[in-house]
């Protein structure tokens, strides 16, 4: 079972900034936090990870609280081609080969 | 680059018959993944290749289903004889290392099947 819990759905207005919330309480010292999303009809694609540390690529931040029991994915300007669900996964070092463990998501939808 | 590929993109058959799926891995990538989602659920892990070895088939449903990797570049899953709760979309990941958590899963845009 996903060891993670994110809201359903979320809504956000073209260009401003969407923040995707995830409990993660039983988060392991050795857990990484991922984050992935699936347009629709694609496959998941990966955004970004991490530790303890918080990160940003050129799609995302990632904010990790001190404790690491919870997380915030932002995406800083969204357009309508962010519209898909994000999921937020807890990852372990050598976790059992390597599988991702999805849970439901959060819906994300970009509105103009 | 060329990513992970999948073929064939959807594929519609009658329960009791054979499908075979295929995917092609990144270039150089050791590591092999199959998922799937069956109608309002979640993406669930089937297996796990390292080269041409299984490492990990926790995630089989049943023995209807056949995962290879001969030589270990691409990878076939067989579904034989196919039920209807198998209609659902495939998806294929690979990545270079699995020991290790930072290691990144691109995954395939993935195989639609549809038992009838």
């Known amino acids: 079972d996903a060891k993670t819990t994110q809201p359903p759905s979320m809504d956000c207005a073209e260009g401003r900034a969407a923040n995707l919330p995830c409990n993660h309480s039983?988060?392991?010292?050795?857990?990484?936090v991922y984050w992935y999303r699936q347009i629709h009809s694609q496959g998941p694609q990966y955004i970004i990870h991490g530790l303890k540390n918080n990160e940003t690529n050129e799609m995302a931040s990632l904010i990790i609280t001190e404790d690491r029991k919870s997380s915030t994915l932002i995406l800083p300007h969204a357009t309508l081609r962010d519209t898909a669900v994000y999921y937020c996964i807890v990852r372990a070092y050598y976790n059992q080969g390597g599988k991702l463990i999805f849970g439901q998501g959060t819906e994300l939808s970009v509105k103009p | 680059e060329a990513g992970v590929t999948q073929f064939p993109s959807h594929s519609v058959i009658e329960k009791g018959q054979t499908v075979t799926l295929r995917c092609d891995p990144i270039?150089?990538?050791?590591?092999l993944y199959w998922y799937r989602r069956v109608m309002g659920k979640e993406i669930k892990f089937l297996l796990h290749?390292?080269?041409?070895?299984?490492?990990?088939e926790s995630g089989m449903p049943n023995n209807r289903f056949l995962a290879e990797r001969t030589g270990g570049t691409y990878s076939t899953l067989k579904v034989q004889p196919a039920e209807l709760e198998d209609s659902g979309v495939y998806f294929c990941?690979?990545?270079?290392?699995?020991?290790?958590?930072?290691?990144?899963?691109?995954f395939g845009p993935g195989t639609r099947l549809t038992v009838l």
């Open positions: 290749f390292v080269k041409e070895s299984k490492q990990d």
């Open positions: 039983t988060i392991s010292g050795n857990e990484y």
């Open positions: 990941a690979s990545s270079q290392e699995s020991n290790s958590a930072t290691d990144t899963q691109y």
């Open positions: 270039s150089g990538h050791d590591n």
